[in-house]
């Protein structure tokens, strides 16, 4: 039987439900965090909620802290659940290198020039006018876009990655910031709405036995959530804080603890208000991957061209590869998902690496007699489900990268 693209996973990711569900290798952390918000919940609502329902003049005020509670710990949970069990941005894998990156440069070895093969590692892209580097990463076979890091604990390329958090057991990318903070947040109030109500019922044992030693013995679990959500406020509280201060100056956890020496521009940072709206208030992009969809066997990949002449015309070799490859169907899924994938003439190309503009220009003129082709070979492809050969974000990345070559 046919695979499915989660059971031929190359990053480390664990699955459940069939797919459905995409946790990080170190998902079972994610048991210890939910006993962590649910063990003192428990012990909230049995000894502190229970006591405090017929302390109030009307018993609704007592009810309504038992509902509260348990609903509010339902939210955390749920909130937790839905950082740790979504893709949050992972980047497909490339089967292959992205082949035209290869150029061709010549080295004197013996006194005799001798073609050899380059790869430009990064890249350099504009984005609001500052140049931001891009890495190629050697595991996922890609240039990854702006803002995206390769976890090594989940093994793959995660766009806007923020960290790895140990505690959901995921990574924190584009896709479940939001809940991630969520999360952090409404555990903060979480603490303050327990630790606030433990107080005021020592304070109600206090009237009542009008001594404190008395109050505290009567309730040790008002004593022990007091000092554990204490405890958990730094932590939480901290971090919630923290987040807010990167929200509001649009930086990734990464960024801010690997730039922060540079002192250099913020290329994201749109506004205090705009960088908010971005976080809570723009549409999550579905998932780049169809963990559930069945595995398509890949096409044998053609092999390289032989090397050119050293003093060879690039523009002319190329452009005689593009027509050759129009002659061979499968060549032309390829051709289009490179266009797809670095469309060329996006990339602001810095250094050696081995083409002059003109000759990559002149392969995109090319393009709009190719147009009408390959977009009947993307029309197919985009059938060809869980295949990884394709990734729409490139289209985003593209489109930034093509804003940034506007004068
Ligand atoms: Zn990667
Ligand atoms: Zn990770």
Sequence with gaps: MAKRVYQAWKGSNIFFCNGRLVFGPDARSLTFSVLLILVPAVIFCTFVARNLLHKFSTDNAGYAILVVAIIFTTYVLVLLLFTSARDPGIIPRNSHPPEEEFCYESSEAGGRPTPSLQFPRTKEVIVNGVPVKVKYCETCMLYRPPRCSHCSICNNCVEKFDHHCPWVGQCIGMRNYRFFFMFIS??????IFVFSLSALNIKFLVDEHHNVWKALKESPASVVLMSYCFIALWFVGGLTGFHLYLISTNQTTYENFRYRADNRRNAFDRGCIPNFLEVFCTKIQPSKNKFRAYLQEEAPRTSMRPMP???????????????????????????????????????????SDGFSRESVESDYNLGSELQTSLSQVEAQQSRRAGSFGTSPHILAFNAIVADSKKP
């Design 309 to 351: 002449e050293v003093n060879e015309e690039f523009g002319e070799d190329r452009r005689a590869k593009v027509e050759d490859d129009l002659e061979i169907g499968d060549d032309i899924m390829k051709l289009s998902q490179r266009r797809d994938y670095y469309g060329t003439e996006d990339i602001k190309r810095r250094g």
């Design 186 to 191: 409404s555990a903060t109030l979480l603490c």
